[in-house]
């Protein structure tokens, strides 16, 4: 079986579960994936069969790995230009999330909904988004547990909250906990820059140059 049939059946075997801002399944929409990088992720894009033009909101960066269990990968959509998705808490906390980790510009959220969610990754995306992060650090971290700890695990779901959780150590001042943190999400992507500078910052923080030079040594510019 030749390599371009291996990609075919790999990408073939992420399965999505698809919902809009109201929670249902759009009609019409699915997702696709291109070929994975050198970790295993894949680059989505929504398509739709409707008339309606379609935004992906989560994963946060487009971006998916094979989940580690018979789970479906959570995928959220909404209508381009839709006037209802930013009072919906739940679009509020993936766009605040894609904010944060730099792959979307920044903009005018309401995140106080947010940070009043009884839900843990809602609250502390609120409380980081608002530039709480101590306060961010206890509902991120059962957020990051609650995502370790599921039968289906999903790299999608962790490596954000592993990222978000380390920015919050990082800002109430716990470096050593955040490098953990940080190395968590660099489970999940290995060659991922972003995590490994936030590593190597935390690292530096905690008094660890040398640890944290042998990640960026070698790093260089793309």
């Known amino acids: 079986m030749n390599l371009a049939v291996l990609l075919f059946f790999a990408a073939s075997a992420l399965h999505f579960d698809i919902t809009d801002a109201r929670g249902k399944k759009p009609g019409g929409v699915s997702v696709e994936a291109s070929d994975p990088d050198a970790d295993g992720w894949y680059r989505l894009r929504v398509v739709s069969k409707s008339k309606s033009a379609y935004q992906l909101v989560w994963p946060f960066d487009a971006r998916a790995k094979m989940a580690d269990g018979p789970g479906e990968i959570p995928a959220v959509v909404i209508e381009e230009r839709d006037p209802k998705a930013g009072s919906n808490p739940r679009i509020v906390a ?8 730099g792959a979307r510009a920044a903009s005018r959220l309401n995140s106080a909904v947010l940070a009043a969610s009884d839900d843990a990754f809602m609250k502390g995306v609120g409380l980081l988004y608002e530039g709480k992060p101590a306060d961010a650090v206890e509902p991120l971290a059962r957020a990051l547990k609650e995502r370790e700890r599921q039968l289906t695990r999903i790299p999608s779901e962790i490596y954000p909250a592993a990222m978000l959780y380390g920015r919050a150590l990082f800002g109430a001042g716990k470096f050593d906990d955040a490098a953990v ?3 968590k999400a660099m489970n999940q992507r290995p060659s991922d820059r972003a995590a490994r500078r936030a590593r190597a910052e935390a690292l530096i923080k905690a008094g660890k140059p040398e640890a944290a030079e042998e990640l960026i040594g070698n790093d260089t510019p793309e």
């Open 181 to 183: 943190a940080y190395l």
């Open 94 to 101: 993936y766009l605040a999330v894609a904010e944060l980790l």
